[in-house]
Nanobody, 120 residues
């Protein structure tokens, strides 16, 4: 299983970025996907998750209304559209996959992470 995250970069506060996570080696159309992030010196935290069909999404309070998770099962890809970015959104962002719908961070598969840096 491989989860390849991309799309990170440096952006000014108030700007936008779209992260992508391309999956291979699993049955993407039935797997649930999540995004997490880890800032320097902090623990990894949940950002958003989407169920296998895209019909159900859930967000951390800190990103609700600013971030949107979506997926394209034809492309085996999950996205995280990030808008109104704040310096506190600076972190390494990871995508994760699991065949079980989980509210925690015990996903079976993890990507390598992509750095997002928001300047003030």
């Amino acid at each position: 299983v491989q989860l390849q995250a991309s799309g990170g970069g440096l952006v000014q506060a108030g700007g936008s970025l779209r992260l992508s996570c391309a999956a291979s080696g699993l049955t993407f159309r039935i797997v649930h996907m999540g995004w997490f992030r880890q800032a320097p010196g902090k623990e990894r935290e949940f950002v958003a998750r989407v169920n296998w069909s895209g019909s159900s999404t859930y967000y951390a309070d800190s990103v609700k209304g600013r971030f949107t998770i979506s997926r394209d099962n034809a492309k085996n890809t999950v996205y995280l559209q990030m808008s109104s970015l704040k310096p506190e959104d600076t972190a390494v962002y990871y995508c994760a996959a699991d065949y079980t719908w989980t509210t925690g961070d015990d996903y079976d598969y993890w990507g390598q992470g992509t750095q997002v840096t928001v300047s003030s």
